[in-house]
């Protein structure tokens, strides 16, 4: 599986951002798909994750509310919208992908970087 994040960027506080994950090798509907992200001197941490029929979703506390991530099996490719960006929501993102929903995410995409000025 080959995943290629993108949409990164400098966005003011307040402002929105959609990230977006295209993924290929592999059927994308059988895909669980997930956001991280990893802020400068920080550990990755989880932002947001999607079932493959995109009807269940999942959030951090951090994001709840702000964020929306969708996917378009169509399209093989998965969003990240952000809204109500914060300072502290600067980081790099990666999308990533696993088979079942138990494993823990073993495909990674390149990252992409967002930058939210205040």
């Known amino acids: 599986v080959q995943l290629q994040a993108s949409g990164g960027g400098l966005v003011q506080a307040g402002g929105s951002l959609r990230l977006s994950c295209a993924a290929s090798?592999?059927?994308?509907?059988?895909?669980?798909m997930g956001w991280f992200r990893q802020a400068p001197g920080k550990e990755r941490e989880w932002v947001a994750g999607i079932a493959r029929s995109g009807g269940s979703t999942s959030y951090s506390d951090s994001v709840k509310g702000r964020f929306t991530i969708s996917r378009d099996n169509a399209k093989n490719t998965m969003y990240l919208q952000m809204n109500s960006l914060k300072p502290e929501d600067t980081a790099v993102y990666y999308c990533?992908?696993?088979?079942?929903?138990?494993?823990?995410?073993?495909?990674w995409g390149q990252g992409t970087l967002v930058t939210v000025s205040s």
């Open positions: 090798g592999r059927t994308f509907s059988t895909l669980v």
């Open positions: 990533a992908a696993k088979e079942f929903q138990e494993n823990g995410y073993n495909y």
